[in-house]
């Protein structure tokens, strides 16, 4: 019996390897390019649940991708939070301007969380896409608690905060892990097959002990009340060094950079699959269709069969070298 694009990235995600081989995108792969043949400006996606499903649809529709994944920048929470927020333009992702808390004592789950405008929409377009295209992997994303007090509280703050105040560094953790449990649960009861955890403890900026002592023990915890969901773990950056960390935190998939090296990394974990990681600034968006060829058919040869963008690609990316890598995987051929 033929999968549809859905059942054939699931039965990948929970270790069918029968099923040959999914494109994936656990981030954004928006483009100016395909706004523009949407008749939409970028930042006019974020605050309107019919544009940000119709462009999440996009990739699924025209690109040849399996999924669909709607949330497009890394500031929803901080909005809704009442975090200042730069929503961008037409060529340009939102930027934050503000922080909302400065002791984890001063955190309150909001009662109006899913009333707030940045969070109804994610919510609201997830439910679209799911009426839209059932045979599509639908993908939600949620900032994790390392992520959320980079955005709450502030990254210089909080990394310092890693060193000489501990205590207060596992207070934000155990406050904001609240937002990323309650916005993924959501996600899945809209329609979310599943969701990408976004957590930025990447090797640029702590070390591995410093995942292990603070942020697996949440992560754990997150897996264990989603244990008949699954949740992918994205973390920008060199993570090589922290992998099995996160295989032991209980992440079924994890979304990693090309930065780290493809034979290392598959031989670093034994049970969590991978997807990635096709280089965003050299090869998606100053590279040519047959660079994008090139590397994705090394990924493949790697062993891993879930492709994606490392991360959450330029918006100056163009919708053609997108295209190819559905395309490459779709030709490749086992040697």
């Known amino acids: 019996m033929k999968l549809n694009p859905r059942e054939k990235a699931l039965s990948l995600i929970n270790g069918d390897s029968s099923c040959g081989r999914a494109v994936i995108n656990p981030t954004s792969i928006a483009t100016a390019e395909s706004c523009s043949d949407l008749g939409f400006a970028f930042n ?43 929503w961008g333009s037409a060529d340009t992702l939102p930027t934050q301007r503000s922080h909302a808390f400065s002791e984890p004592d001063d955190f309150k789950m909001p009662k109006d969380f899913f009333d707030k405008l940045p969070i109804k929409t994610v919510i609201d377009s997830i ?14 994303k949620v900032m994790g608690p390392w992520t959320l007090s980079y955005h709450l509280y502030g990254m210089e703050n909080f990394l310092m905060d890693t060193i000489t105040e501990r205590e207060r560094a596992l207070g934000f953790l155990n406050a904001f892990k609240q937002v990323s449990k309650t916005f993924a649960e959501a996600q899945f009861e809209a329609g979310a097959d599943v969701i990408t955890i976004a957590d930025h403890a990447t090797a640029d900026l702590v070390s591995p002990l410093v995942y292990k002592d603070l942020l697996l023990p949440i992560h754990r915890e997150l897996n264990n009340y989603f244990s008949d969901k699954t949740l992918i773990l994205h973390c920008c950056g060199r993570t090589l060094d922290r992998m099995a960390f996160f295989e032991e935190a209980g992440f ?72 190819e890598i559905a395309n490459t995987v779709r030709l490749f051929r086992w040697k």
């Open 252 to 323: 079924r998939i994890f979304h990693f950079d090309s930065k780290n090296d493809l034979k290392t990394a598959t031989g670093t974990v034994k049970i969590m699959k991978l997807t990635g990681c096709v280089n965003n600034p050299d090869i998606l968006l100053n590279g040519s269709a047959t660079d994008v060829r090139k590397q994705v058919n090394e990924i493949l040869e790697a062993g891993i069969r879930i492709v994606s963008p490392e991360c959450a690609i330029p918006l100056r990316v163009k919708n053609s070298n997108l295209a």
């Open 44 to 86: 006019e996606s974020h605050l309107d649940a019919d544009k940000m499903s119709t462009l999440a649809a996009y990739g699924f529709e025209k690109l040849g991708f399996d999924s669909v994944m709607p949330y497009f920048s890394v500031v929803q929470e901080a909005a809704a939070f009442g975090c200042e927020i730069d």
């Open 127 to 140: 439910r679209m896409l799911k009426k839209k295209h059932p045979g599509a992997l639908i993908i939600g």
